[in-house]
């Protein structure tokens, strides 16, 4: 099992930026792949961006491509999503989720989740 923990979410103006983070325990965490995702009221999960569990391949969404950057310090066993201009279509609950080895845009391929971060951009 691999336990993950959000953090960093909040209520930001349009323009503004958060760094999200997400902790994991349980397992060697230099072994998963993470992906961040979010999720609105009635809709489903949506990809914003993966890393692979090197952090290779780094791959974003196009909606958030230039403006997301997704890091991880395996050291820290903790995955970081930095959101610069952000726009209040972003507004949503941030989930990372962790997969063995390579990453993947399907929240299927995902094992373990975390339990969300609310983020709230205002226009």
């Known amino acids: 099992q691999v336990q993950l923990v959000e953090s960093g979410g909040g209520l930001v103006q349009a323009g503004g930026s958060l760094r999200l983070s997400c902790v994991a325990s349980?397992?060697?965490?230099?072994?998963?792949?993470m992906g961040w995702f979010r999720q609105v009221p009635g809709r489903e999960r949506e990809f914003v961006a993966s890393?692979?569990?090197?952090?290779?391949?780094?791959y974003y969404a196009d909606s958030v491509k230039g403006r997301f950057t997704i890091s991880r310090d395996n050291a820290k066993n903790t995955v970081y999503l930095q959101m610069n201009s952000l726009k209040p279509e972003d507004t949503a609950v941030y989930y990372c989720?962790?997969?063995?080895?390579?990453?993947?845009?399907?929240?299927?391929?995902?094992?373990?989740w975390g339990q969300g971060t609310q983020v709230t951009v205002s226009s």
């Open positions: 890393m692979n569990w090197n952090g290779g391949n780094p």
């Open positions: 989720g962790a997969r063995m080895y390579n990453s993947d845009y399907d929240p299927r391929q995902y094992h373990f």
């Open positions: 349980g397992r060697t965490f230099s072994n998963y792949a």
